[in-house]
Each structure stands twice: as C-alpha cells, then as structure tokens.
C-alpha cells in the first residue's frame, strides 16, 4: 500500500518531532492530543528545530512554512484520523491509558490504516487486541528522529508479516536507518543496552560510589562522549526514566525510582523543562573545563 497520509498520537516531545520529520519527508500528517496546550507545546518545538534546521543550511528560506503547512493540529479524533493510512502513538507509558486510546481509535479509523505504537518499553501484544485489528499492529519505534536516526520495527506474534516491509519502506522514506526485531524484547535493542547503562550509573548513585559529575566525566573521557549517563538521562526526561525503572522488582532500580522522583516532584524533567540533573540551557557537561 501507498502511505501519504500520517497521524500521530500524542503532541509530546517526540511525537512533535516524528510529526515534523514527516512532514519533511513530503508526507501530510495530523497530530492529535487531548489538550490545547500540548498541541501549542508541538508547534513551538516544531518552530525551534525548523530554526536550527535553517541556521544549519538543512532546510532553505521560506521551506519552514511549507514543511509546517502540511501539519494540521487537532483536538477532534474523529479529524485526526480521517484519511489515515498510518497512525504512531507517542502517548504516556502507561498500558491502561495506551489501551483506552487504541480501543478509541480501532474504533474510528479507517480499514486501510496500519497501527503502530512509539512505546519505549512495553510490548505491542499488550495492547494491540484493543484495537479490534491485532494483524495491523506494529511496533515502530523513533529515537531521536534527526540526530539518532534509527527506527525499530518490532512485530508481536499476530502482526501480519506483509507489513514489515511496508514498515521498512516507510522507516526509509522518513529518513531513518529501520533495524526489525525478531520477537518481541522491552526496550527493543538500543534501549536495552542503553538502560544497563543507566542502572549501572544510578547504582553508583544511590550507593554513594560517586557523583554526578565524576560518572558522566569517566564516561565521557574513557568512550569520547558528549555527554555522560546523566546528561543523557535529563535528554530522555526523567519522568520517562522513572516509567521504566519503578517497576523493577530489583533493590538497585527501586532506589533509583525513588531518587527520580524526588527530582520530578520539583519538576526537574531534564532538558525539557530547563533543569533535571544539570541546568539548561547551558548543562556543565558542555563546558570546555568539565573533563580537566
């Protein structure tokens, strides 16, 4: 089948940029969310990285308003969905909510439309049956969607085999390396490798080993890194760190949870909200003198 028409599910930070990256890529494409001001939240994000994208010679003068004019945003389900040939849901972590959202829209959507779901670390058989149409479901998952241009593919066991080369075609067409799973795995590839990263740096935390800084400067030197285990925690916002790492029945993640939450409850998200374990937008691990 021909995909043109792309809905995303949720206006969050990379819904937003899936979205604009569609866009790019000459698809027309709907956002939907439940609240006006998440959607306002998405155009200015999209404003910012089209920005960055014409300082950096990438788009040309006067592309940005094309690129965003293939953009519709909506409140209305109903909208959101008309004509779609492929739907992506970036909703909340959470297995109850992303259920409730894919009952709604198996409901409404076209016959044609493939399903897919962003999800960073639950499984597509978790929820795919509340769609009504478990064959048409996929897991297609971004990561950054222009610096980290990776996408996974990942069936669950009654995904219709035929679309993974649909899915390979499109993750291509979007500009991103697509990588297939052979079976379903939390956290697909990357971010499985990433998270043993991530607890072995909050072990060292919590157990009082090392600071901050001295983790993600031992990191940084020893690979030749931007950025260390923390720095790229306040990248992936925190409250997305702590979904994942407060269901681990382990005594390292649970501490670590629990010292998550301390910093979401100050509302220190990460580089999103201006401050999570460093203050942005000027973090100290981007000072030349960080790694003397």
Known sequence: MSIKNICI??????????????????????????????????????????HQLHKSGQIS??????????????????????????????????????????????????????????????????????????????????????YSRVVDIMPHPTTDPALIPILEDLGRKLNQVPVILKKENPGYIFNTMLMALIGAAGKLLTGEVASIEDIDKSWMVNFHMPMGPFGILDSIGLDTAWHVTHKMPDRASVAFAALLKTYIDQGKLGEKSGEGFYQYPNPKYKAQDFVK
């Open 9 to 50: 599910l949720g206006a969050g930070t990379l819904g937003s940029r899936v979205a604009l990256q569609s866009s790019i890529s000459g698809f027309h494409v709907r956002v939907y969310d439940v609240q006006q001001k998440s959607l306002d939240f998405s155009l200015n994000t999209m404003q910012k990285i089209l």
């Open 61 to 146: 003068k006067g592309q940005d308003l094309d690129i965003l004019s293939r953009i519709k945003f909506t409140l209305d389900p109903v909208e959101a969905v008309k004509d779609a040939d492929f739907i992506n849901e970036s909703v909340t972590e959470e297995v109850d909510i992303k259920k409730k959202v894919w009952k709604q829209f198996g409901e409404i959507a076209p016959e044609k439309t493939i399903f897919t779901t962003n999800t960073s670390y639950m499984l597509a058989s978790m929820f795919a049956e509340d769609s009504g149409r478990p064959e048409r479901f996929c897991a297609f998952h971004f990561h950054d969607v222009f």
